[in-house]
């Protein structure tokens, strides 16, 4: 086995030929692949400072010395497949440069005395399509149009017409490709090769490649940043909540969505875009980590009053807005906001996710609307205006008269600490004598039933049971050490009345407890959260958002679109119909395997009342219909606005594919 580092461009140029081997799986880069390489390659091309771009390894089993050296590629495949087909786009599109007569071709063909032959073989399925592409023949067949090789092939095309690269720039980036070579003798056994580079080991943390990348940027400085900087953040941090705080901090800093497994790329897009020095990066990332270790661990926190405000959000157990509060405590301390905002910031923000747990939203759509949330964050009016203005059926906020309906029956108890939140905050109104640590949260009527219980309530306890059991009329705080469980009424009352709990007062003249007196309870219970949560003002004064998710499926009449967001990724549309095409395309490239299922099974027309197909192979029962990537037509017949909206919600339905709903597509109206 010999192992060497390769400009990519310098490996495709030599005189032999690579052939996938049958057993390996078609080529399959998807789009955002593909775009991220044709990037990749600009941003090395105009960056003097980047001297190599790594992008993998390539193992190769090493063929005879015949005419033809044939390489067999086991693996790499991805790679050197996308480069030729990136490098033959190139070469279609500007074929008079000297760098795509110089080192193009050369890396495509190999010229022999019989003609050319291409330099890539690929297994049977996408060679067909690569073979018509190298030779310039354009007569595709179905099956071609399907391969990933005809696809990606277009879309290096699409991309060269679009941002039309200055081809210095492209050539220069090309250039900088640089793989790891691995080549076996025949008599070695490739597979274990394979598996041994691939096995799993300590793979680095997004964390690890952040101060890697800002302590080999300064080698003379190293031990001193490392020291004056990234020691004091790992200190104020703990190694288990870096990449969490990294997330955060670029949430913050690019107001954008942020995956874990992108929190390094998008870092090393907030230093080049703010031309920052490895010091400058890491005295503001200093800076947050001990705004972060205020609330996360509550040291060093001076102010108690914030202290208790971000306390109350922290119990509600939805860590999505960390970033929220880390943004507000930076601004605090660099008195960009007064402290009377930042209260009454995190008293709305408490208000907002108390009616959201009563009712038990899913949490799901937070992450999409917090960057919007930290661009408001100069003053709480502007922050009201936006968190009060959310719509979609899980962001919108709660009003009083949705909620107080909700309280007489809603599960309050299984929702974490909502329960013990809830009843902890009423008692604070009546009394600040008890400490919250000091007490529980009671059923009164029981969950284990027992036979006095039964007699006592013959004809209620099922219904009690089964519809007011966890509700916030049947719940109360006793002290950690008693022991009430399934105990008669008049038991627990003794020991209600006995305890120091303000709350526990209102049974002082209740002789049974039955239905009528917990839904009397629970109106109480219910007065008291409304004038604790108090329902904002401009609730019903604000203008309908111009932003709404798909699954709103808001009426629309009269009103069009500008753009929609889908896969962190906004689209401009000239119309409903537009946005409908668009959105199916980007769904299909995304969900390719699963969409092209239900396309075989007929999934998408079981809609028993659909005379024709909205998505078929078949376009000759369609009067007006629209190709998508070459693999179906979709029914864009008398489309109106609601049908385009209904129908994208139904196949994503149809789809269901788990975290994607049409709580991931926002639509923007002009």
């Known amino acids: 086995m010999e192992a060497r580092t390769s400009k990519l461009l310098e490996y495709l140029e030599t005189d032999s030929i690579n052939k996938i081997p049958v ?68 070469f279609d599109h500007e074929t008079s440069d000297d760098f795509v007569q110089g080192f193009v071709e050369p890396s495509l063909l190999k010229k022999t005395r019989r003609g050319n032959k291409n330099k890539l073989v690929l297994n049977k399925n996408d060679n067909s399509a690569l073979i018509k592409i190298l030779n310039n023949q354009n007569e595709f067949l179905e099956n071609d149009k399907k391969t990933k090789v005809f696809k990606n092939y277009q879309i290096f095309k699409n991309l060269l017409n679009l941002k039309k690269p200055d081809f210095e720039i492209l050539e220069k980036g090309l250039k900088k490709l640089m793989v790891v070579v691995i080549t076996l003798q025949q008599n070695e056994n490739p597979q274990l090769i394979f598996e ?66 992108e929190i390094y790329s998008h870092f090393k897009t907030y230093i080049e875009k703010n031309k920052l020095s490895s010091e400058e990066a890491l005295q503001e990332l200093l800076f947050y980590s001990k705004e972060y270790q205020k609330f996360m661990f509550k040291i060093n926190f001076k102010d108690d009053d914030l202290k208790l405000a971000i306390e109350r959000i922290m119990a509600t157990g939805k860590e999505v807005f960390v970033t929220i509060m880390l943004e507000l405590c930076a601004k605090f301390e660099r008195d960009e906001i007064s402290k009377n905002d930042v209260l009454k910031v995190l008293a709305l923000l408490e208000n907002y996710l108390i009616r959201h747990a009563i009712l038990r939203f899913s949490s799901n759509a937070y992450n999409k609307f917090v960057p919007t949330i930290i661009k408001n964050l100069d003053s709480y009016e502007k922050f009201e205006r936006k968190l009060v203005g959310l719509q979609g059926k899980n962001l919108v906020f709660v009003p009083d008269r949705v909620l107080r309906n909700e309280l007489k029956n809603a599960d309050i108890y299984n929702t974490k600490h909502l329960a013990k939140t809830i009843l902890y905050r009423i008692e604070q109104t009546l ?47 006793t002290g950690l050490n008693s022991e009430l469980s399934n105990k008669i009424f008049s038991q627990k009352k003794e020991v209600f009345l006995e305890s120091n709990i303000s709350l526990n007062k209102y049974f002082k003249n209740i002789r049974n407890w039955d239905k009528e007196e917990i839904e009397k309870r629970a109106d109480v219970l219910t007065s008291n959260i409304l004038e604790i949560w108090k329902e904002p003002k401009l609730l019903n004064q604000l203008e309908i958002e111009k932003e709404f998710f798909l699954s709103d499926q808001r009426v629309i009449t009269g009103q069009r679109p500008e753009s929609f967001e889908i896969f962190e990724q906004a689209i401009d549309v000239k119309d409903w119909k537009n946005l409908y095409i668009l959105a199916v395309t980007e769904i299909y490239n995304k969900y390719e395997e699963s969409f092209n299922k239900h396309i075989d099974n007929n999934g998408f027309n079981k809609n028993s009342r659909r005379k024709v197909s909205i998505i078929s192979k078949d376009k000759e029962e369609m009067k007006e219909f629209q190709e998508i990537e070459y693999t179906f037509y979709l029914n864009t017949y008398k489309l109106s606005p609601k049908q385009a909206l209904s129908k994208l919600s139904e196949i994503i339905e149809v789809l269901n594919i788990e975290d994607f709903s049409d709580d991931d597509i926002l639509i923007t109206l002009k």
């Open 23 to 90: 057993y390996q799986r078609n080529y399959s880069w998807k789009k955002e692949q593909c775009e991220q390489l044709f990037n990749d390659i600009l941003h090395a091309g105009e960056n003097e400072n980047i001297e190599l771009h790594f992008i993998g390894s390539v193992i190769i089993v090493k063929g005879g010395d015949g005419i033809d050296t044939i390489h067999s590629v086991v693996d790499g495949q991805q790679r050197i497949t996308t480069t030729t087909l990136l490098l033959k786009a190139i």
């Open 196 to 261: 041994a580079l691939n096995s799993t080991g300590m793979k680095l943390t997004q964390a690890d490649l952040i101060r890697n990348h800002l302590l080999m940027r300064e080698v003379e400085r190293q031990n001193e940043l490392y020291e004056k900087y990234w020691y004091q953040i790992e200190q104020n941090l703990t190694n288990d909540h870096i990449e969490s705080f990294a997330k955060s901090f670029l949430i913050i800093k690019l107001s954008e969505l942020i995956k874990e497994t």
């Open 431 to 477: 009394s600040k004598e008890v400490v919250k640590d000091d007490v529980n949260v009671e059923h009164i009527f029981p969950q284990t039933v027992s036979t006095k219980w039964k007699k006592a309530l013959p004809e209620e306890w099922k219904e009690i049971k089964n519809d007011y059991l966890h509700s916030i009329g049947n719940l109360t705080l």
